[in-house]
């Protein structure tokens, strides 16, 4: 069992450039999530998906919108990306989003760097 | 606005016994969560903590405080792995999770 998967790891990407980081889950989890987390700040939503076919914007969804086609993937898209998009990127999943001890678990995380 | 606090950075000895503090003000409260950190790669889940009291896992103890916006994890027989950011997360009335900026632990031999 892979639980979260990423990609790619890391990538360097001119201003301007239209990019899509991946997200994958095998858990079967209802609720995915894409975090940024920049040095000296807490972890901070972009978008949250409680199920297949619905997204709603976090705390940061300026320049990225999301898509949740089925349960699997979640993928991140950043139209046209600005240095200020660069951080390190983490997906997380939950079963259900919503009440209890929802734990989400996290992917290894997408390093960005836009130049 | 919501706001989480906790220490930037602490230093313990192997061994010994280690408190991080996190205060918080959130629009609404649905628990409190406490992950680790290793450098370079992604939070993993410690403790979940959504009414007054202690909660004990082995090495690694939460306590919370409603009433005060208060928690804290407690580390005991601190071993070098430990050296790790702790983060504390907040859920709030919208179910969302409002983390902490995290406390670097720095374990000294």
């Known amino acids: 069992i892979a639980g979260i998967t990423q990609a790619p790891t890391s990538q360097i990407l001119a201003a301007g450039r239209r990019m899509t980081l991946r997200c994958t889950q095998d858990?079967?989890?209802?609720?995915m999530y894409w975090y940024r987390q920049d040095l000296g700040l807490g972890l901070r939503l972009i978008h949250y998906s409680n199920t297949a076919g619905t997204t709603g914007k976090g705390e940061v969804p300026d320049g990225y919108s999301v898509s949740r086609a089925n349960t699997d993937d979640f993928p991140l898209t950043l139209a046209s990306a600005v240095p200020s998009q660069t951080s390190v990127y983490f997906c997380?999943?939950?079963?259900?989003?919503?009440?209890?001890?929802?734990?989400?678990?996290f992917g290894p995380g997408t390093r960005l760097t836009v130049l | 606005g919501q706001n989480i606090d906790q220490p930037t950075e602490m230093t313990a000895t192997e061994g010994a016994i280690v408190q991080i503090n996190c205060t918080y003000q959130t629009s609404g409260f649905n628990g409190l969560f406490w992950y680790q950190q290793h450098a370079g790669e992604a939070p993993t889940f410690l403790s979940y903590n959504v009414l007054d009291g202690l909660e004990e896992k082995g090495r690694f103890s939460s306590f919370l405080s409603r009433s005060k916006g208060y928690s804290y994890l407690l580390l005991k027989e601190l071993q070098m792995k430990d050296s790790a950011s702790y983060l504390c997360?907040?859920?709030?009335?919208?179910?969302?999770?409002?983390w902490g900026a995290g406390t670097k632990l720095i374990i000294k031999p």
């Open positions: 858990m079967r989890h209802n609720a």
């Open positions: 997380a999943s939950s079963d259900s989003g919503l009440a209890g001890a929802d734990t989400q678990y």
């Open positions: 997360a907040v859920r709030d009335s919208n179910y969302q999770l409002i």
